[in-house]
């Protein structure tokens, strides 16, 4: 299932500067904007795993993964 984010975006110079509205810390620079939306998109990608997989690490060993929505 995919899940959809909000790219803050905007051009700075000879450059393009974004951040993904819902998590903090997955922000990146690229000299065009369909690269930034590219960077982006992998950047958050990485983000979401490591957080998932920092989330299995720390509740240790007998653990229930259940959706939730907002």
Do not use: H
Request: charged share 25%; hydrophobic share 45%; glycine share 4%.
């Amino acid at each position: 299932m995919l899940q959809t984010y909000t790219a803050v975006i905007k051009q700075e110079a000879d450059a393009w500067i974004g951040w993904i509205e819902e998590i903090p810390g997955v922000n990146c620079q690229e000299a065009s904007r369909n690269e930034l939306m590219e960077t982006l998109r992998i950047t958050l990608a990485e983000a979401i795993e490591l957080n998932r997989t920092e989330a299995k690490l720390a509740a240790g060993s007998q653990f229930e993964e259940r959706p939730i929505a907002v």
